[in-house]
């Protein structure tokens, strides 16, 4: 029998799916909306004169009082970048994991809308009850530090969204992807899974970031002059890895760069870079 509209769950892509970046999904079911993650998009060669691009957030404009929070699963643009707008619009709770609130406040410092934002951490198996949802974050491991995946508890299923995340044995954090939890959650049932899929038509699998390190110590044994290095500017795990190498070989860093220096200066902060 055909569940009746009041029963029934939706997940609306608001982007993120079958492209990279702007990721944001709704979730909604018995007139509520919950959103995961609010990022932009950065433009393709030929959007000439675009910056940025973001989701197109009209339906949650329309429906803002049926919007119970914003979830967010990591820091990286692609998944907080749109918050500044979509803030200026709407302005729900905002649920996220220390690193990742870090980066969000100071983004919203810059906008001058910290100060009305609604910021509630959370961790690793933290739970959130927000009217018929509950909300599990469970630990995945990626290029940032503090990164989750949600499993979504509705009255009609658990909808479980993964974030981005990589199997990395070995992370530079000591960090695994819960896969424990994961297989927990698949043994009680699961009604719709999101899953990150970057890379997925590549044969074989995406090495650890710890290969990295040992490309470093070689390049740093031989290099006779400055080395200088390019990276994204929220990529913490890799940044520890320059700073332990160049402490190894006597060698000083200098941060180039706004984003990476504030992206820096918040990771140190927090206790998530040690330099």
């Not at 990295?212 to 080395?227: K, M, N, T």
């Not at 994204?232 to 190498?245: D, G, I, K, L, P």
Request: with cysteine.
């Amino acid at each position: 029998m055909p569940r009746s509209k009041n029963e029934a769950v939706k997940i609306i892509p608001l982007g993120g799916f079958g492209e990279i970046g702007k990721n944001m999904t709704v979730i909604e079911h018995g007139g509520h909306i919950i959103v995961v993650d609010a990022g932009l998009k950065f433009p393709e060669e030929d959007m000439l004169g675009v910056d940025i691009v973001i989701p197109d957030i009209s339906y949650l404009v329309e429906n803002k009082d049926k919007v119970l929070g914003i979830l967010l699963t990591h820091g990286h643009e692609d998944h907080i970048g749109a918050l500044p707008y979509v803030l200026n619009q709407i302005n729900p709770p905002i649920w996220g994991t220390r690193l990742t609130l870090g980066f969000v406040a100071a983004k919203l410092e810059e906008y001058g809308l910290l100060d009305a934002a609604q910021l509630n951490e959370v961790k690793a198996g933290d739970v959130v009850n927000l009217k018929g949802f509950s909300v599990e974050f469970f630990r995945v491991s990626h290029s940032i530090p503090d990164a989750v995946g949600l499993a979504v508890t509705t009255p009609v299923g658990v909808v479980v969204i993964t974030g981005d995340f990589k199997f990395d044995q070995t992370p530079i954090d000591g960090r695994l992807t819960d896969i424990s939890r994961l297989a927990q959650i698949g043994d009680q049932g699961v009604l719709a899974m999101i899953t990150d899929c970057t890379n997925v038509e590549k044969p074989g699998y995406t090495p650890s970031e710890k290969l990295v390190g040992r490309a470093f110590d070689e390049i740093f044994s031989q290099a006779q002059g400055r080395i200088i290095i390019a990276m994204f500017a929220s990529n913490v795990h890799r940044m520890q890895q320059v700073y332990e190498t160049a402490a190894r070989y006597g060698r000083r860093v200098a941060v180039i760069g706004r984003s990476i220096a504030r992206n820096s200066e918040i990771a140190a902060q927090l206790g998530y870079l040690h330099i």
